[in-house]
């Protein structure tokens, strides 16, 4: 029962990761309709940008900002050098341009680090464990990018739903022109929008440096779960992306720890421990055929 | 039409006379290499052009279509397997190292892989249609890491190439000269496909799926019709890559591979009937250009195409029409 826990809190942890990622894409594509790949590139840099200056410095707190800054610069230049150009172009242009981006921000990383992953360093104070239940043993860092990034959701909901710049974002995906004709400087929402989801991916990396390797390729990686948890989620709904996100988080960390165990059961242990890692990261993609079948548009969208 | 119609045959014909009489030609050159990229070229131009029915004709955005380059290649690395095995793959289905079971087998198999998941992907469209199609051919993907009985993760080799009747296909250059041969017919298939009822029906749903619904058409069977043959080209192309390279991995599988599909599909002009086939010869060639040059060719090759996505409008195609001063 404890290890059942642990596991589901496994799942939440990285659950409110993938939220942190698909909450940005899914705002991006609700908002200026574009299709942006290269946002796990952004996740990338972050996770670049803390680990270096964690293990420069031997500061996490320090990194926080650098990671957050380095997201957002990058991510506003991508938007106001190429993203920009693709608002009025169709998915195709829009899928290969930042795939484009995808393979230079790539190869500019190994060129400025090398093949070899980083580490970056737990913050002081969270490097250990707590007892949350007796027998139940978790570490504080993973119980802190839970609570981050669950106050990151109530953050969003209360940005959307109470302020002034959320009232925009809410009107521009419902209707883009008519936020436009009535006066607003429909550019620099997106250049804000943009900013603001590449922070988030930023946050993601940042949080990801110190349980992840810091690699190259780490941002497609997480990407394409993000449009897995996108569709389930509905496109362009925030509220979906999150609970999609903690469905996904927690189906696929509950497959990759018990489905070896139950195969082991019936087939040889080498045998079972392959197909079961094989059959787990596909669980995540026959759940969402699955929602497909039922709720073509997604689970947390309305049928039009 | 920019070139005229009569010009267009007559520079089709003298390709393939160039394409016929590379290999002799390289050898004296002293450059083999040559003929063997030439076989890259003619396989994933066969892909690419395959991906182009969805994407040019029909306007359909997959970024998956390397989940059936590689499903083609694997149906002939698993086939050799059971053939050099002598055990039958699920217990009935005997193994083969026959180039003529094994072609339609993978054209077969990628067909129903294309069948399943286009009947999924297709009840959605836009940029779901596009998250969801990547999604499923990472699925595939994980699922042939997963097999560990056909390699795993290191892929599948395949000591000998398949084997045709009156054919030597130990040597390289028959190997190319059936590629080419393949590759003849199949533009002239689509050729033939481009021209039908068929693709005006998809080239109208592309425009408007609204007007060909009002119209009378069933767009969801046209389009998913259109998705299966288009899985079967690329099935195609990755039994003859299986032949070519005698080795199917997962690499086949891997999303950058849709990507590069893609990107040589617009590199030569999406909808064109032979832009695919130029852009993978220009994709190529650049790969092995800029490889030579620096290990980050990866670096060259995303400006380049940043470049042209963002200014070309219409692929190198349309650029070089427009610098010989003619509007595309």
């Known amino acids: ?304 | 039409m920019p070139i005229s119609k009569l010009g267009r045959p007559f520079f089709a014909l003298a390709v393939l006379a160039a394409l016929i009489a590379l290999p002799p030609v390289a050898d004296a050159m002293g450059q083999p290499a040559l003929t063997s990229m030439a076989a890259r070229i003619l396989i994933y131009g066969i892909a690419a052009a395959s991906l182009n029915i969805v994407l040019g004709y029909g306007g359909m955005v997959s970024f998956g279509h390397a989940a059936f380059f590689g499903v083609g290649g694997y149906v002939v690395g698993i086939l050799y397997a059971h053939h050099a095995s002598g055990d039958p793959l699920f217990g009935f289905i005997p193994g083969s190292n026959q180039l003529l079971v094994t072609l339609p087998a993978a054209i077969l198999v990628s067909g129903l892989a294309a069948l399943v998941i286009g009947a999924l992907s297709l009840r959605t469209s836009g940029v779901q249609f596009i998250m969801i199609t990547l999604a499923f051919a990472q699925m595939l993907f994980f699922l042939f890491v997963s097999l560990k009985t056909y390699g795993g993760d290191d892929g599948l080799i395949i000591r000998r190439a398949n084997e045709a009747p009156w054919l030597n296909m130990r040597d390289k250059q028959t190997v190319y000269y059936v590629c080419l041969a393949i590759a003849v017919a199949f533009f002239a298939l689509l050729w033939r496909f481009v021209n039908s009822r068929f693709a005006n029906v998809l080239m109208g749903l592309r425009q408007s799926e609204r007007r060909m619904a009002a119209i009378g058409l069933p767009a969801y069977r046209y389009k998913l019709a259109a998705f299966v043959i288009s899985g079967m080209g690329a099935g195609l192309a990755g039994a003859l890559m299986a032949n070519f390279l005698r080795f199917a991995s997962p690499d086949m599988l891997h999303w950058t591979k849709s990507g590069e599909l893609m990107v040589m599909v617009i590199l030569g002009g999406v909808g064109t009937l032979f832009g695919p086939l130029a852009g993978a010869a220009v994709y190529i060639i650049l790969e092995s250009v800029l490889a030579s040059w620096t290990e980050y060719w990866q670096l060259g090759v995303g400006i380049i195409l940043l470049f042209v996505v963002l200014y070309t409008h219409g692929g190198v195609q349309a650029l070089a029409l427009r610098l010989a001063g003619r509007r595309p």
């Open chain 1, 1 to 304: 029962m404890t290890l059942f826990l642990e596991q589901l809190l496994n799942g939440l942890q990285f659950g409110v990761m993938l939220f942190l990622m698909a909450a940005g894409l899914t705002l991006i594509f609700g908002i200026m309709g574009i299709i942006n790949l290269a946002h796990g590139s952004i996740y990338m840099v972050g996770a670049y940008a803390g680990a270096l200056v964690i293990t420069e410095t031997d500061s996490f707190l320090l990194g926080i900002p650098a990671a957050l800054v380095v997201a957002a610069i990058v991510g506003i230049l991508m938007e106001v050098t190429v993203i920009r150009r693709l608002y009025r172009r169709d998915h195709l242009d829009q899928v290969l341009a930042t795939f484009a981006i995808i393979l230079i921000l790539n190869q500019a990383i190994t060129i400025l680090f090398g093949r070899q992953p980083l580490f970056a360093a737990m913050p002081a104070g969270l490097g250990g464990s707590i007892e949350l239940l007796p027998g139940l043993i978790y570490p504080v860092y993973r119980l802190a990018i839970i609570v981050v990034g669950l106050s990151v959701a109530a953050g969003l909901y209360l940005l959307i739903n109470r302020t002034r710049i959320g009232m925009l974002v809410r009107a521009g995906s419902t209707n883009r022109d008519m936020v436009r004709a009535l006066g607003v400087d429909i550019r620099m929402l997106y250049t804000i929008v943009f900013g603001l989801g590449a922070l988030l991916a930023g946050l993601a990396g940042l949080m990801a440096g110190p349980i992840l390797a810091v690699q190259v390729g780490m941002g497609e990686q997480i990407l394409i779960t993000t449009f897995v948890v996108v569709v389930i989620g509905g496109v362009g709904s925030i509220k979906g992306a999150f609970y999609a996100s903690l469905i996904i988080g927690v189906v696929d960390t509950l497959l990759r720890a018990y489905l070896p165990g139950l195969l082991r059961q019936f087939m040889v242990g080498s045998e079972a421990d392959a197909l079961g890692a094989g059959v787990s990261s596909m669980g995540i993609y026959l759940l969402m055929a699955l929602v497909l079948l039922a709720r073509p548009k997604g689970l947390f969208v309305a049928d039009s």
